[in-house]
């Protein structure tokens, strides 16, 4: 990577920048399910209507009422939101901090597949997360979600840069290869570790 053509830093949120959990959703379920957490875990699918809800195609209540149905909850939808909605952990302060100095020297957007509620969740909750960033582009907002390809070329657009000028961080590694082949500089984040290395190579960090 050189410095000279990356002019933007695009980061995922879950997994990247905040820590999260599901299984906190399923404990908080579990008094509402015929089914125990291990059922529910294994229930539990990204499926048609986990990708609609994140594009923004479906409402908070059409998709749990499909959770109720698949994982045999009381059609509850406060309690079914609560637990929802309780998966996020903490901020990954040694990432966020990278992100602070980086932004001395580039500027730090962020895009993330999520939804209505969990993004008013976590932008509340994590306030100087969300105020790390130029912008925040979410997938039910854009009606697409990574790792189709036609995010980036938005995300790019509306950016107005080009899509190899693009430094992005994300932890799943079907996002990473989509952003790659789409013509983003791409890294898999497993830890810290590896967007500091990347930050460091383009001299964004000590």
């Not at 959703?25 to 008094?31: D, G, I, Q, V």
């Not at 009381?74 to 929802?84: F, K, Q, S």
């Not at 952990?89 to 100095?101: D, F, H, K, P, V």
């Not at 799943?172 to 984040?189: D, F, I, S, Y």
Request: glycine share 4%; charged share 25%; net charge negative.
């Amino acid at each position: 990577m050189r410095d000279d053509k990356i002019k933007v830093l695009l980061f995922d949120i879950g997994g990247v920048v905040i820590d999260f959990d599901f299984n906190r959703a399923f404990r908080m379920w579990k008094p509402i399910s015929r089914l125990s957490c291990e059922q529910m875990r294994q229930a539990f699918k990204y499926d048609l209507a986990y990708e609609q809800h994140e594009r923004g195609e479906i409402t908070a209540a059409a998709y749990f009422s499909h959770l109720s149905a698949a994982l045999e909850l009381e059609d509850d939808h406060a309690r079914i939101a609560e637990g929802w909605n309780a998966i996020f952990l903490g901020e990954i302060s040694e990432t966020r901090a990278m992100l602070q100095a980086a932004r001395s020297k580039l500027p730090c957007y962020a895009f993330t597949n999520t939804n209505a509620s969990h993004h008013a969740v976590w932008s509340a909750m994590f306030p100087e997360v969300w105020s790390s960033f130029e912008r925040v582009f979410t997938s039910y907002e854009i009606g697409y979600r990574k790792p189709e390809p036609q995010v980036f070329e938005h995300v790019a657009h509306a950016l107005g840069v080009q899509l190899d000028s693009i430094l992005f961080f994300d932890d799943m590694p079907e996002n990473v290869e989509a952003a790659t082949k789409a013509g983003l500089r791409a890294v898999h984040v497993q830890s810290p570790a590896d967007v500091r290395s990347a930050l460091q190579s383009i001299g964004c960090v000590p």
